[in-house]
């Protein structure tokens, strides 16, 4: 399972890539991540609606993207209002104080774990592999009681994880150190989980980030276990919103309204798997 310590620390491009890789190795493996929020969505062979992004990674893992890669969905409505999506079809509108102060023993809960588990199993019945994806930080406190996306997900799963550190940012080591310390606090059961860290998005010399591992390495025992490079305009699906590209030598400027809530305004139509 791949988390992060925030959200854009690359996550959903790290899937992509572990899958195309076992892909290669011979394996048939699914992406996985049991809940998102987003309005870029996907629209399945049986008609249900999952996030686009995770239809982008069961590409990268050469399979036809199904329900059972991303159960539960919310698509934004208001600030604080989103339609909740289970297995594809639309189930009610949820406020998110509703969603997310819910509670252990709520009905809401229980719907949640039940399409959860369902889509678990029915992916270990037809996959080799399942690559895992968290959202937003792997250590919320706020959420962390009714958590089925991160650290919860990844009990119920048993999975490995591997925590994504977005070095562009500024701040990843103490993201780190951060990070383990809300969970030493909240849940300590959820630091075994961590099977090590990934810096993401690192330019420049190895030989200066060197110190910096070395500190972490003096309070922590979990490894960095990668130094990922940053690399621009891989072109892949966009999970939740719509960032801005400029040609080079532009012969028409083509400038398009950017609205709140615009929803599935990608330009990749998907209608072949890749092969490459």
């Given at each position: 399972m791949i988390q992060a310590t925030s959200s854009n620390a690359g996550k959903t491009t790290l899937v992509a890539g572990l899958c195309r890789l076992l892909s290669n190795?011979?394996?048939?493996?699914?992406?996985?991540?049991?809940?998102?929020?987003?309005?870029?969505?996907?629209?399945?062979?049986?008609?249900?609606?999952?996030?686009r992004a995770t239809a982008m990674q069961a590409r990268a893992a050469r399979q036809e993207p199904t329900l059972h890669m991303n159960p539960l969905l919310l698509k934004p409505k208001l600030d604080d209002v989103a339609q909740l999506i289970v297995h594809g079809k639309p189930h009610m509108d949820v406020s998110a104080r509703d969603y997310f102060l819910c509670g252990q023993t709520s009905e809401l809960q229980e719907l949640k774990l039940a399409a959860i588990r369902e889509s678990i199993a029915y992916l270990q019945r037809h996959y080799d592999v399942i690559v895992a994806e968290g959202a937003g930080s792997c250590a919320e406190p706020n959420l962390r009681e009714i958590d089925v996306v991160n650290m919860g997900l990844a009990h119920e799963l048993g999975a490995k994880v591997f925590v994504v550190v977005d070095l562009d940012l500024g701040g990843a080591f103490a993201d780190i150190l951060g990070s383990l310390e809300v969970m030493k606090h909240t849940t300590p059961a959820d630091i075994d989980l961590i099977a090590g860290f990934i810096l993401n998005k690192f330019r420049g010399d190895r030989a200066v980030l060197q110190p910096a591992i070395d500190f972490t390495a003096a309070y922590t025992s979990i490894p960095i276990v990668g130094v990922l490079p940053f690399v621009a305009n891989l072109e892949l699906e966009e999970e939740d919103r719509i960032r801005e590209q400029q040609c080079e030598a532009p012969e028409i400027d083509i400038a398009v309204i950017y609205l709140p809530h615009v929803s599935n305004a990608s330009r990749l139509p998907f209608s072949e798997p890749v092969t490459t």
């Open positions: 190795r011979g394996f048939r493996v699914a992406p996985f991540k049991s809940q998102n929020m987003a309005l870029n969505v996907y629209v399945t062979d049986d008609g249900g609606e999952i996030a």
